[in-house]
């Protein structure tokens, strides 16, 4: 099943990707599970799928105006340097435990719309990454048992303003600028996934690969995160862990690659999709 948030007659709402075409639920559903973060809560989307598969499409894929696919997370937690061509890149040693930081709701954007430079600097960078978004919630999750905490997986593009990351050891003026996280297109549950670890993350810029690696590759696997993260924290059902990026980031390369206004930015995982974003100054329109 895939799913996304996205306006239909200028309202926000959510509904079911099908055969190339977006099913908004209806009045009933949107009573109850208002948001997708909702009808997670409520373990509803095979409910919702059943309800509104066959049913003609509201709108097409392509021609949809996208919202972040979890528009209201309690928490988005982001990974760092966790891949081996990244962190080797960066120059950093390896370590015993996830990096982990934090990304605010409202720096968020949908398919399809501007990533937002700002005027401060120049230096915002891209980051390919897989997102994980968590179902059932709980405290101290167990490695055994994480899968069954996930809800689907997404794209993440945690645009990232590197001089602003770097004034300080703490990474969290610089990964979040209003407008900076690209999240979607879609959720794709875990039954259309045949082989996690297999899937590819790339970021295409301007149409060229950028970063490219399986997930294999990642040093703190999925489950080892979720497990990590849950002893510190409550995980609630909505909650949005993006995974890390690979190697080839702008800010490492020779000579570095800024992401300009005019400039377009994918993130394809395979089987679970292309996120897109057009790049834009602050205070211009696409």
């Not at 926000?12 to 949107?30: H, K, R």
């Not at 960066?90 to 015993?96: M, S």
């Not at 690209?182 to 690969?209: Q, Y």
Request: glycine residues 12%.
């Amino acid at each position: 099943m895939r799913f996304a948030s996205f306006e239909l007659k200028g309202q926000p709402t959510w509904g079911l990707l099908w055969q190339g075409g977006l099913i908004g639920i209806d009045l009933a559903v949107a009573a109850r599970y208002p948001t997708l973060k909702l009808g997670i809560a409520a373990d509803a989307l095979q409910e919702v799928a059943d309800s509104l598969a066959g049913k003609p499409a509201d709108v097409a894929a392509e021609e949809a105006s996208y919202l972040p696919l979890i528009g209201d997370p309690g928490k988005i937690l982001c990974v760092g340097l966790n891949y081996h061509d990244h962190r080797k890149e960066g120059g950093h040693g390896e370590v015993d435990n996830p990096t982990i930081f934090v990304r605010f709701a409202n720096a968020q954007i949908g398919h399809n719309q501007p990533m937002i430079r700002p005027p401060e600097t120049h230096t915002l960078d891209y980051e390919a990454e897989l997102a994980v978004i968590i179902s059932k919630g709980g405290r101290r999750i167990s490695e055994a048992d994480a899968f069954d905490h996930i809800a689907g997986y997404s794209c993440y593009n945690d645009g990232s303003v590197r001089s602003y990351q770097r004034h300080t050891t703490q990474f969290t003026p610089g990964k979040n600028f209003m407008g900076t996280g690209g999240f979607g297109p879609c959720l794709v549950t875990p039954d259309e996934i045949d082989d996690l670890e297999a899937m590819t993350v790339e970021c295409r810029l301007n149409g060229a690969v950028m970063q490219h690696a399986p997930v294999a590759d990642m040093i703190f696997p999925i489950p080892r995160l979720i497990a990590y993260i849950s002893t510190f924290t409550e995980l609630a059902p909505g909650d949005v862990i993006a995974t890390g990026t690979p190697g080839g980031v702008g800010s490492r390369r020779e000579p570095q690659i800024w992401m300009k206004a005019g400039d377009v930015c994918e993130i394809d995982i395979s089987g679970v999709g292309v996120l897109c974003n057009p790049i834009i100054d602050e205070g211009t329109s696409r």
